[in-house]
Structures are given as structure tokens and as C-alpha cells.
Nanobody, 115 residues
Framework: QVQLVESGGGLVQPGGSLRLSCAAS????????MSWYRQAPGKQRELVAV???????NYADSVKGRFTISRDNAKNTVYLQMNSLKPEDTAVYYC?????????WGQGTQVTVSS
């Protein structure tokens, strides 16, 4: 059974930083592409960052230069380091992966950027 458990969200002031974590189980973690998505109130879920099995990363234009995705295959964990946070980064952040063609999601972690 695939499980993804996010943590690390919270309230931060504009310009601040947070690091999100996503612990995965039920998959061969090193063989899976891992992604972070986010969904703001009233908006569709959008892709934020993706990291391949060999560590190559891609980002949404809105977060390039501010966010960094990384993975620790020994810990079955993917991270999202978020710097220079803006109010428009406020959203629920979700971890995502696929196994045998099925998408799996974590429960989400709330990030609120506000003064």
C-alpha cells in the first residue's frame, strides 16, 4: 500500500523560508519520480516541482530560483525547500507519485504566507 505523508507546513512571513518533507512507503522509492503540487483556495491544483530518479529537477516558472526539490533515497523522503516566500505561495502542498499507472497523493500540508 502506497503512503505519502507530508510535513513541515505552517505560517511564515513574506520573505521567509520553510522546508516541506514527504515520507513515502509502499514503493521502491529510488525508482519513482516524485513531485510537489499545490492548490490555493478557489484554484486548480498545479505542479510546483518534479524530481526524477536520477535527481534532475524541473520547476514551475512561478517558483524558479526560490524553491528547491531534493530527495534522499536512503530515507524514502522528498523535500521542498521554499525560500523568499510570497503571499501568493499560500496553498495546500501535496506530494505525488505514480505506481503502476495510478497516481498517489499525500494528505497535504498547509503553507500560509502572511504578515
Amino acid at each position: 500500500q502506497v503512503q505519502l505523508v507530508e510535513s513541515g507546513g505552517g505560517l511564515v512571513q513574506p520573505g521567509g523560508s520553510l522546508r516541506l518533507s514527504c515520507a513515502a512507503s509502499g514503493i521502491i522509492f529510488g525508482g519513482n519520480v516524485m513531485s510537489w503540487y499545490r492548490q490555493a483556495p478557489g484554484k486548480q491544483r498545479e505542479l510546483v516541482a518534479v524530481i526524477t530518479t536520477v535527481g534532475s529537477a524541473n520547476y514551475a516558472d512561478s517558483v524558479k530560483g526560490r524553491f528547491t526539490i531534493s530527495r534522499d533515497n536512503a530515507k524514502n523522503t522528498v523535500y521542498l525547500q521554499m525560500n523568499s516566500l510570497k503571499p501568493e505561495d499560500t496553498a495546500v502542498y501535496y506530494c505525488n507519485t505514480y505506481r503502476l499507472g495510478t497516481a498517489y497523493w499525500g494528505q497535504g500540508t498547509q503553507v500560509t504566507v502572511s504578515s
